[in-house]
Nanobody, 120 residues
């Protein structure tokens, strides 16, 4: 199994910055892509950014140029640098990944989430 733990959330004013971290443990050798999702109050969870173990990155249009996703494969960690924060970035940010179990099944793992609050 893979366990994910996020940290780094907090409250900032618009225009501020935060760095979120996601630490993976367990069967980390079977992880490929890792992603950040967020869920605003009353809204569906949405994909924010993805990074593969090869370094390919994908961002949702609303965060391009403001957020940067990075990954440290040696430390089994993923980071999300949030710059130029806007009130609409408020939400709970979740770390996500898929991993293969010994029986060949593909499994999904989620962290518990870390709250980001941006005030205007």
């Amino acid at each position: 199994q893979v366990q994910l733990v996020e940290s780094g959330g907090g409250s900032v004013q618009a225009g501020g910055s935060l760095t979120l971290s996601c630490a993976a443990s367990g069967s980390t050798s079977s992880i490929n892509a890792m992603s950040w999702y967020r869920q605003a109050p009353g809204k569906q969870r949405e994909l924010v950014a993805t990074v593969t173990d090869g370094g390919y990155k994908h961002y949702v249009d609303s965060v391009k140029g403001r957020f940067t996703v990075t990954r440290d494969n040696a430390k089994n960690a993923m980071f999300l640098q949030l710059n130029g924060l806007k009130p609409e970035d408020t939400g709970t940010y979740y770390c996500n990944t898929y991993y293969s179990s010994p029986d060949g099944r593909l499994n999904e793992a989620w962290g518990q989430g870390t709250l980001v609050t941006v005030s205007s």
